[in-house]
C-alpha cells in the first residue's frame, strides 16, 4: 500500500516478485541498429538518467523499460529513414543496480546499491537497523517522478515488534533507483 498508510497485512511472507530491470544512471546500455553497424553502441548512462545518441539526440532513459528506450530512438531516426526504420535492440550491458538511500534515525544511514530489488524493511536492515529513538510508524520513503516528489507513508512498528502479518508484509513497497528512505 503506497500513499498514506500502513502497509496490508496478512500471515506468512509473500514469495519475491520478479520485476522487470529499469534502466539507472549508471548504466551501460548497448544499442544496435540492425543493418547499420555506424550506429552500433556501448552508451554509460549520465546521472541525469539521459545520453546522447546520434541521429537522436538526448534520449531519457532514467526508470524506463530497454523496451521503451528502443522505443524512443525508433521515433527519433524516423526522419532519418527513407523506408520503415531498422529494429533498434536496447540491452543492459552492465546494470549498476538499485540505488537508493536511507537517512535518518538508523544505525549506518548512506547511499546503497542492490543488484536487486528490495523493500523499505530490507532497506532499513541494511542501514543497521533503526536508531534507539527511530520513529517506526512514520517512515517516509521519498520518490522523484516525472511531477515532482512523492512522499509514500509506511509504517513498520508492528513488524519490527516481532508480530507482522501477512498484510503487513505484503504491503512493503519496494524501492526504486533515487528512492531516499527517511526514519525520524
Known sequence: ??????????????????????????????VY?????????????????????????????N?????????????????????????????????VGVQFSVAGKVRSPGAFATGRYVNVLEALALAGGPGDFADLGNVRILRKSGNGLTVIKVRLTDIMKGNPSDRDL??????????????P
Open 63 to 95: 526508470n524506463k523499460l530497454p523496451s521503451e528506450v528502443e522505443q524512443e530512438i525508433t521515433r527519433g531516426l524516423r526522419s532519418q529513414f527513407r523506408d520503415a526504420v531498422p529494429q533498434v535492440t536496447v540491452s543492459v550491458k552492465t546494470p
Open 1 to 30: 500500500m503506497a500513499q498514506g498508510g500502513a502497509p496490508a497485512a496478512s500471515t506468512s511472507t509473500p514469495p519475491a516478485q520478479l520485476r522487470a530491470y529499469r534502466i539507472s544512471p549508471g548504466d551501460e546500455l548497448e
Open 33 to 61: 541498429v540492425w543493418g547499420e553497424d555506424k550506429l552500433q553502441r556501448d552508451i554509460k548512462v549520465l546521472p541525469d538518467g539521459t545520453f546522447s545518441f546520434p541521429l537522436v539526440g538526448q534520449v531519457n532513459a
Open 170 to 183: 505484503a504491503g512493503l513497497p519496494q524501492l526504486e533507483s533515487g528512492d531516499t528512505v527517511v526514519v
